[in-house]
């Protein structure tokens, strides 16, 4: 899952592919807006203050079963 924080916004991508290494074929990937678990918004928004980060990139989060990863 990638997620992108801006400002007190949260948006969370799951990112779906059949490759070991999904950067070798962009093309092959599918990509799915899903919710964020509120439990990891408090988090992401703690996160971000502590170490100002401004949109500076996405974080992705590694696969978890309470996403339906």
Do not use: W
């Not at 918004?41 to 971000?48: G, I």
């Amino acid at each position: 899952m990638r997620v992108t924080v801006v400002g007190g916004d949260v948006f969370c991508v799951r990112i779906d592919s059949d490759l070991l290494n999904r950067r070798t074929d962009y093309s092959r990937l599918a990509y799915t807006p899903v919710q964020p678990p509120t439990e990891i918004e408090p988090a992401l928004h703690r996160f971000c203050g502590r170490f100002s980060r401004v949109a500076t990139r996405p974080i992705t989060v590694a696969g978890r079963k309470d996403c339906g990863l």
